[in-house]
T-cell receptor, first 111, second 114 residues
Framework: GESVGLHLPTLSVQEGDNSIINCAYS??????FIWYKQESGKGPQFIID?????DKRQGQRVTVLLNKTVKHLSLQIAATQPGDSAVYFC??????????FGTGTSLTVIP | EAQVTQNPRYLITVTGKKLTVTCSQN?????MSWYRQDPGLGLRQIYY???????DKGDVPEGYKVSRKEKRNFPLILESPSPNQTSLYFC?????????????FGPGTRLTVL
């Protein structure tokens, strides 16, 4: 099966600091990557995505970086807020039908 | 309100007793999918459907069945549940013609098989 992993299972940051969550993938044929946020008791929620022909994509307070050379994906959250506390998953898909998720990083924001 | 709904939200059952978890979406999405979420393993795809009467296996289809008779519904069927199917299940849908890979997830169904 596909291997989509995360470097750290937990991350704690001070409110207002920037957060960086990392993800490694194993298949160089992957062409699309997505970050999801999952709050306690809820289903995953889309945050941002990036195609394999891009290196960087920015959203509102979030940036995704893709390094295809080392098969690495990261999510940067600017000015982290308490409402950002959640589990973050990276996922990959090839063609948009089959999806492979990482194991998740739990982000805790310290007020 | 655009949403994916699942029922039941919680279910405790016994080994071998057939059960169905329903999933419904009101966004007219072609694509629907089922996942299970287990600690330390993240989400793993069970089955997906690209449209009515079109279904395909995901990463972990063993022990599960699905059907897609209507566009809005995608039930997950466990013919003979076993304890290793105790998990948190999520249904998801997306619009095949729009933003390609934005899936909307349901609230989850927590299943315990004794």
């Amino acid at each position: 099966g596909e291997s989509v992993g995360l470097h750290l299972p937990t991350l704690s940051v001070q409110e207002g600091d920037n957060s960086i969550i990392n993800c490694a993938y194993s298949n160089s044929a992957s062409d699309y990557f997505i970050w999801y946020k999952q709050e306690s008791g809820k289903g995953p929620q889309f945050i941002i995505d990036i195609r394999s022909n891009m290196d960087k994509r920015q959203g509102q307070r979030v940036t995704v970086l893709l390094n295809k050379t080392v098969k690495h994906l990261s999510l940067q959250i600017a000015a982290t807020q308490p409402g950002d506390s959640a589990v973050y998953f990276c996922a990959e898909t090839r063609g948009g039908n089959q999806f492979y998720f990482g194991t998740g990083t739990s982000l805790t924001v310290i007020p | 309100e655009a949403q994916v709904t699942q029922n039941p939200r919680y279910l405790i059952t016994v080994t071998g007793k057939k059960l169905t978890v329903t999933c419904s979406q009101n966004m007219n999405h072609e694509y629907m999918s089922w996942y299970r979420q287990d600690p330390g393993l993240g989400l793993r795809q069970i089955y997906y459907s690209m449209n009515v009467e079109v279904t395909d296996k995901g990463d972990v289809p063993e022990g599960y069945k699905v059907s897609r008779k209507e566009k809005r519904n995608f039930p997950l069927i466990l013919e003979s549940p076993s304890p290793n199917q105790t998990s948190l299940y999520f249904c998801a849908s997306r619009d095949s013609g729009g933003a390609p890979d934005t899936q909307y997830f349901g609230p989850g169904t927590r299943l315990t098989v004794l």
